[in-house]
């Protein structure tokens, strides 16, 4: 092989090329958390904290801002390191060194804050530490990226006028819409965390995603955990909902087994209770 491409091929979710017939209630966990905790000085952003999600399976997470919705996913995947508990990756005790490690495991992210670099092009940014070149030289392979983000932008659906434009200059929305781009987009991809991956997105973008993502749970072998704050969409597309409420996990059901409004009560009851 004369190209580096570790980033696997341009692959959109499809049809799954080895169907799984295993319903997510059965298939094995992608990772698991165990009595996790995690401190920001006298803040206790986490507190043991127990959370899996199942190959196949999306799992919600819901909570108020600053119930610590974000910090578990960094903790997931790999940019927080958890001051107690334990983490199993497929089964496997794992201490994640950083995002870059996690990512080697199929970790892939959609940040709250995206970290993408303003003045480079859209299809730099989605191929950000994964470019493609002709190896052994340095030399980027630029039409070949270029070609393969125009295919993974239009077969999301997601229209940016061009691949060429910098990041900088797209609105908040086509912006998101780039960083699921960018993690859906490789074929290693095992467990995908995705923080309010819709929050600045219109209803048509934000619907493209979520069939996006709903195509990406028909191929059966990817975990995803989606953080949004519409409880219809979480109740809509998600198999499992977590509340975390300061810190903690008060609440883990089926989607099935609950309701919208359900949801909006247990939130508002804390406040009518003080
Ligand atoms: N790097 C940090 N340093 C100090 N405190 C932090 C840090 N990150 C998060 N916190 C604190 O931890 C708590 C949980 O924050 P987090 O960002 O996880 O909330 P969230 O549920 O994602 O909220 P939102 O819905 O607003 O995004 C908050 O009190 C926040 O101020
Ligand atoms: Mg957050």
């Known amino acids: ?10 692959r959109i979710p499809g049809p799954a090329t080895a169907p799984d017939t295993a319903s997510p209630d059965s298939a094995p966990d992608v990772i698991r958390v165990e009595h996790i905790g995690k401190r920001f000085g006298a803040v206790t952003a986490l ?9 196949g399976e999306i799992l919600g997470l819901i909570g108020d801002n600053g119930a610590g919705k974000s910090t578990l996913i960094k903790t997931l995947t790999g940019f927080h390191r958890p001051d107690e508990g334990t ?5 496997r005790e794992t201490v994640l060194r950083s995002v870059v490690h996690a ?12 970290a993408m670099i303003n003045d480079l092009p859209v299809y730099l940014n989605l191929f950000l530490n994964r470019e493609l070149t002709y190896r052994p030289l340095p030399f980027l392979k ?4 270029r070609r393969r983000a125009r295919e993974a932008l239009d077969s999301i659906g997601i229209s940016i006028p061009s691949v060429d434009t910098e990041v900088g200059r797209l609105s908040g929305g086509q912006r998101q819409a780039i960083a699921v781009a960018r993690s ?5 991809t095992k467990l995908l965390l995705l923080d309010e991956p819709l929050a600045a997105m219109g209803a048509k973008e934000g619907g493209q995603i979520l069939r996006l993502l709903s195509r990406l749970k028909e191929r059966g072998d990817i975990a995803i955990v989606l953080i949004a704050h519409n409880y ?4 809509d597309i998600c198999d499992r909902v977590n509340l975390l409420q300061h810190g903690e996990i008060t609440f883990d059901r089926p989607s099935k087994e609950t309701s919208v409004g359900e949801l909006l009560e247990l939130v508002h009851a804390e406040y009518r209770t003080g």
């Open 47 to 55: 507190r043991d904290i127990n959370l899996h999600v199942r190959r």
């Open 184 to 188: 859906v987009y490789s074929d290693t």
């Open 1 to 10: 092989m004369t190209t580096h491409e570790k980033g696997g091929a341009a």
């Open 103 to 114: 990512r080697s495991l199929g970790v892939e992210t959609v940040f709250q804050d995206l």
């Open 232 to 235: 219809a969409q979480v109740v």
């Open 142 to 145: 630029r039409s070949e990226m």
């Open 87 to 91: 983490l199993y990756f497929e089964g």
